[in-house]
């Protein structure tokens, strides 16, 4: 298990350590769910560039596209093997990827633009 899994309930943990995450939102369901979200972000995120906190967001899908619009972004996810993925994805469009935890933000107040959390919540 992962360095950070230790603040989500066992059974959480073992199911984004089977690493199935990354493909979730390039088929079926996750496809729309993708595109709806990025009309939804396009609407209401400040115009870029914006720094933005993507808290719980997982192997930085998200964190990708917001950093090809322009945006300057963090994310942060308790997985670690999730934020392995995310740091493997930032090398085409640079983001910033950490291991974190939503309830405990090292951030000060003030340092973003904007915060999503989509997939926590």
Same mark, same amino acid.
């Given at each position: 298990?992962?360095?950070?899994?230790?603040?989500?309930?066992?059974?959480?943990?073992?199911?984004?350590?089977?690493?199935?995450?990354?493909?979730?939102?390039?088929?079926?369901?996750?496809?729309?769910?993708?595109?709806?979200?990025?009309?939804?972000?396009?609407?209401?995120?400040?115009?870029?560039? =914006? *720094?933005? $906190? /993507?808290?719980?967001? !997982?192997?930085?899908?998200? #964190?990708?596209? +917001?950093?090809?619009?322009?945006?300057?972004?963090?994310?942060?996810?308790?997985?670690?093997?999730?934020?392995?993925?995310?740091?493997?994805?930032?090398?085409?469009?640079?983001?910033?990827?950490?291991?974190?935890? =939503? *309830?405990? $933000? /090292?951030?000060?107040? !003030?340092?973003?633009?904007? #915060?999503?959390? +989509?997939?926590?919540?």
């Amino acid at each position: 298990m992962g360095e950070a899994l230790d603040t989500i309930a066992g059974e959480i943990a073992e199911y984004y350590e089977r690493g199935r995450e990354d493909g979730r939102l390039t088929s079926g369901h996750g496809l729309l769910e993708y595109s709806r979200t990025q009309v939804l972000l396009r609407r209401y995120l400040p115009d870029a560039p =914006a *720094r933005v $906190l /993507d808290i719980g967001g !997982g192997t930085g899908r998200y #964190a990708a596209w +917001l950093a090809s619009e322009g945006y300057e972004v963090i994310l942060i996810d308790p997985v670690a093997l999730h934020v392995s993925q995310a740091q493997a994805r930032a090398a085409d469009q640079p983001f910033a990827a950490l291991v974190g935890d =939503a *309830r405990s $933000l /090292d951030f000060a107040d !003030g340092s973003f633009d904007a #915060a999503i959390s +989509l997939g926590p919540l």
